[in-house]
């Protein structure tokens, strides 16, 4: 199995096609601080502090196939409006292909707008219009897809929101084409009646999804999901259900029987999108021919990726590899990042609109203050990297018989946290030189700094300063062990 996985995450997934068919959307998130109830009525007050916008609904998908490397081919609608140009710039930038793209006039470009604030989503505003293509636009779509087919697609997503694009006739034609090329299909559901995806190669619903599907409540547990789920397969003709459970992890129940795969514990920041991660995974994987155990493990690793961040979020193809790579032996060891190479990866990040953060500190002995630290400093933007004091810089600041852990071994625990991206060393006192190679997006400092204090100011666009847990230290741990 963790052979399978490293060819086909660091090879055969570059070489898929995959189509994605469905409601394309806008997905923006608004950020800021609240500290105070408004005066005019008992709401919160948040102050604003940045926005973003990234692709939304079966564009999540399509935008997560692509940061897996993938080909990408988008079929869907917008509207000749601010959002659809919105959506358009975001797809170009993901290196989808747009070429089954819609432009409906009169239509508005669904978009969904998160207000957050210290970290949490207060509240959704949706700007949607349900719309079903023409016949015209639906004849559009089939030849597009069947050019596609001609040229070696490996597999079409169908992603369902409700929205309109995904019409009963369309997804039966959608499928029965497809098997005439003999290409899988997997679907993404809405509703709780699936017989417009009838035949299908695979259908991928949450537990709730289940639920509302058989019309009544399935506990979460093995035989409850699998009883529900054969039924469900035989019902609509299915090749696979694919059935996430939260927690439990993934199902996927088949004519052979079912293979249930359970998530490894984590911080759960936000789950949006996270179905759309494992859509992504498991259509290329499958594309790929490869066991479902494999299939399955990957989806896995990948959600688990997507819930430790916020909002919706792509998980990318070396993210995964990485993840994948801690399951087994293949990995052994962590290689810092030089600085030719840190200052090239935040320029790619940046460059694809992504959010950079930077921190720094020796982290001698990784304890609970430490951990909680880095998880709010990732939550601030897309990627956290960890400037990470050499142990001749430690000695200086810390005294002779410090670092306890050295610098090989404090850089392969950090980037064996979920919430670091890499890590960089540096030997000077402070950061000041390796920032003004990085220029990050955020660099956060942890303690009772005042900003203008916090040394590389000037190369980063923002300054945060987080207070550290109480309680915790290296110093104090050391103490308690010569003590006891």
Known sequence: MQQDGVRFLEKEIT??????????????????????????????VNLVESQREVPGGAANTAANLAALSCQVYACGMKGNDADGAVLTSLMEQAGIDMSGMICAEHYHTTAKIRILGARQQMMRLDYEEKKNPSPEECRFVLEWLENLLARGLGVIVLSDYGKGMITAGLSEKVIALARTYKVPVLVDPKGSDWTKYDGAFGITPNLKELSDCVGREIPNDDKAVEEAGKKVREKYHLTHLFVTRSEKGITCISEKGAIHRASAAQDVFDVSGAGDTVMAVTASAVAAGLPMDTILELANKAAGIAVSKVGTYQVRREELIRAWNRKGEV???????????AEQKVRLWKERGEKVVFTNGCFDILHRGHLTYLQQAASLGDHLIVGLNSDESVKKLKGPERPVNSEEDRSFMLASLRSVDEVVIFGEDTPEELLSHLKPDVLVKGGDYKVEEVAGRQYAGEVKILPFVDGYSTTGLIHKIRRD
């Open 331 to 341: 990995r052994l060891s962590y290689q810092p990042l030089t600085w030719k190479e």
């Open 15 to 44: 070489e898929i096609k995959v189509a994605v068919i469905g409601d394309m959307m806008t997905d923006r998130y608004i950020t800021g601080r609240v500290n105070r109830i408004s005066p005019e009525a008992p709401v919160p």
